[in-house]
């Protein structure tokens, strides 16, 4: 796979990955039914016919077993986006199997909260990504400081699968990739921790997607508690994450304060989108919530 990435990057291959609204609705439109290209065959997740693509990269994206056909329609297994410079294989629309990779909105927005810590925060000794998903903010934090000890951490297998990938597309190879639950069975302290944990209820308790808890609040609230015990003195957590707003209150940021108020850390809450999953509010446990917003939550070990 890693060979395909870079023969897209070098053909000026660019994706930016949408929401799965977003592309449900675009590839309904007239003339979308069929990829005609590269970006509609490994980012619009379209049927292909195999005359579509290049020999050479049909033959590596073949070896690599990226594609399937089914009496002459051909599909990407995979997605490929793009965020600077960089590469992001990930898992093909539409991500209903429990263990599907995801990237998207939310992953521009982690990255540029965590562009805007690495340009002006110092930079650490230790590191680590919980959740890392395709790895994008281990590769990051690799790539602003090299000499940093960088771990990314995910409970699925192919989550870290494709981040070891990604990993070596941009040429930083030297990451640790641990599968677990959290940082269980991972020893050290961290200078860095960072996260962008899934924070909404899935009644299919898809990996990507479920946060656990009432509101969807339970992992990001798990990895608080991680933090607190694993953070060296002067070390942050930076945890990208989405709340629920009920009648104006914040639940999950009332439990912030609860486990952190008092017990030797300064603590601090930005929202970044006022309102984003809104077809959340309509069924379910969110259909109490007036809206759902997303925030970087920045906690520092005195």
């Known amino acids: 796979m890693r060979q395909v990435g870079i023969t897209l990057l070098r053909s000026g291959y660019r994706f930016v990955c949408p929401t799965p609204?977003?592309?449900?609705?675009v590839n309904a439109r007239p003339g979308n039914r069929w990829a005609g290209n590269s970006v509609g065959i490994f980012g619009w997740s379209r049927p292909f016919r195999r005359d579509v693509l290049p020999a050479p990269l049909f033959g590596q994206a073949m070896e690599a077993?990226?594609?399937?056909a089914d009496n002459g329609v051909w599909r990407s297994r995979f997605r490929f986006s793009t965020l600077g410079c960089n590469g992001f294989f990930h898992s093909?629309?539409?991500?209903?199997a429990e263990n599907a990779v995801f990237f998207g909105p939310d992953s521009y927005r982690?990255?540029?909260v965590l562009a805007a810590?690495?340009?002006?925060?110092?930079?650490?000794?230790?590191?680590?990504d919980i959740g890392c998903g395709t790895g994008l903010g281990a590769i990051m934090i690799a790539q602003a400081s090299p000499a940093t000890e960088v771990v990314m951490v995910d409970i699925n297998a192919d989550a870290l699968r494709l981040a070891r990938i990604n990993a070596g597309l941009a040429g930083v190879g030297g990451i640790v990739a641990w599968q677990g639950d959290l940082l269980s069975g991972l020893s050290g302290e961290f200078d860095l921790i960072v996260s962008n944990p899934p924070y909404l209820p899935?009644?299919?308790?898809?990996?990507?997607?479920?946060?656990?808890?009432?509101?969807?609040e339970g992992l990001s609230l798990a990895i608080v508690r991680?933090?607190?015990?694993?953070?060296?003195p002067g070390g942050t957590l930076l945890l990208y994450t989405g709340t629920a707003i009920i009648d104006g209150d914040n639940p999950f940021l009332r439990g912030v304060a609860a486990l952190l108020d008092g017990?030797?850390?300064?603590?601090?809450?930005?929202?970044?989108d006022p309102d984003v999953f809104g077809e959340e509010l309509e069924n379910g446990p969110l259909s109490v919530a007036e809206r759902i917003a997303v925030i970087c939550l920045t906690v520092i070990r005195r």
């Open 21 to 25: 609204e977003t592309l449900r609705r």
């Open 65 to 68: 077993g990226m594609l399937v």
């Open 92 to 96: 093909a629309f539409p991500t209903d």
């Open 110 to 112: 982690f990255g540029t």
């Open 117 to 128: 810590h690495l340009r002006y925060a110092p930079l650490p000794m230790q590191a680590v």
């Open 202 to 216: 899935d009644p299919g308790c898809r990996l990507y997607r479920n946060g656990g808890g009432r509101l969807g």
């Open 226 to 232: 991680t933090a607190m015990e694993r953070l060296t």
């Open 263 to 272: 017990r030797g850390f300064t603590w601090e809450a930005t929202e970044l």
